[in-house]
């Protein structure tokens, strides 16, 4: 039985009859590294080996023990679950999904939003501000036209991602998508891979692509982040994200997120 015994460690014990003291270290998928002590305790005759456990990995808040169900296998796992939502185990699996998928459309939105405000900003299309995009009007179909294609066509890709997470690899059986499967591939739940969504081929074993994995989830999370500026400045300023950073440079001191704040409050 492991018991906590101070912060970031564990003792274990165990009894046996041949001493074996020194130390095992080794590191997990995602750089966790994990260091065992073994100390002998009492006489020759019988003994109790203490393995004294260390964890050395990043965490969110330095010096702080992550939960336990949050061991650093996980990509992006540095131990942040302030309301314990991953403490089931099945819970935590879809988590994980869900944070993927938000991830991604954070990037392309992030993305498409910074292009076409660039566009619109130098001129070289009239394209309206994002926040005003949905209300736009198009002559080769209807508004709501296009929310019913959107909801069928979200509502296809979502129920086919729902139901390779709740049983892997059954989305890419033959016949099962049009033919496209191998396509697709179905690597493994939230990554598909296939030519057609990893066209350059990056991360094909995706058992082993921890790095990729890291980096996406990084990025994603940075992209959630500055969706929520992006919302927050648009309230506020009622202006998109390159005419904000063109304002702040033509005024570095005097023109920032504080004096902004400010002037929205008067």
Do not use: C
């Not at 302030?82 to 988590?95: A, M, Q, R, T, V």
């Not at 994980?96 to 998928?101: G, I, R, T």
């Not at 392309?108 to 130098?122: M, P």
């Not at 209300?135 to 209807?142: C, E, G, H």
Request: hydrophobic share 45%; proline share 6%.
């Amino acid at each position: 039985m492991d018991v906590a015994v101070a912060r970031g460690f564990q003792i274990l014990a165990h009894a046996g009859s041949s001493p074996f003291p020194g130390r095992i270290s080794h590191k997990t998928a995602f750089g966790a590294t994990k260091t065992n002590w073994l100390v002998e305790i009492g006489s020759s005759s019988h003994h109790l080996r203490v393995v004294v456990r260390a964890q050395n990995r990043p965490t969110w808040l330095p010096g702080l023990d992550p939960p336990p169900y949050l061991d650093g296998t996980l990509a992006g796992d540095f131990g942040f679950d302030p309301l314990g939502l991953g403490e089931d185990p099945e819970s935590l699996k879809w988590y994980v999904q869900a944070e993927l998928v938000h991830a991604r459309f954070a990037m392309a939105g992030v993305a498409g939003i910074l292009a076409t405000d660039l566009l619109r900003i130098t001129g070289i299309s009239n394209l309206p501000v994002w926040y005003e995009a949905g209300a736009t009007k198009f002559d080769f179909a209807s508004t709501r036209t296009l929310v019913i294609i959107q909801l069928l066509l979200m509502g296809f890709v979502e129920t086919k991602r729902y139901m390779d997470f709740r049983n892997p690899g059954s989305q890419a059986k033959e016949g099962s998508f049009f033919g496209l499967e191998a396509a697709l591939e179905g690597i493994e739940p939230g990554y598909p891979g296939g030519p057609l969504l990893n066209p350059l081929g990056l991360a094909k074993d995706i058992k082993n692509a921890q790095e990729w994995k890291l980096k996406e989830i990084k990025n994603g999370r940075l992209a959630m982040v500055a969706m929520l500026g992006i919302f927050v400045q648009a309230n506020v300023t009622h202006v998109g994200p390159i005419e904000n950073l063109i304002e702040h440079l033509s005024n570095p001191w005097h023109k920032t997120i504080i004096q902004t704040l400010a002037g929205s409050g008067s």
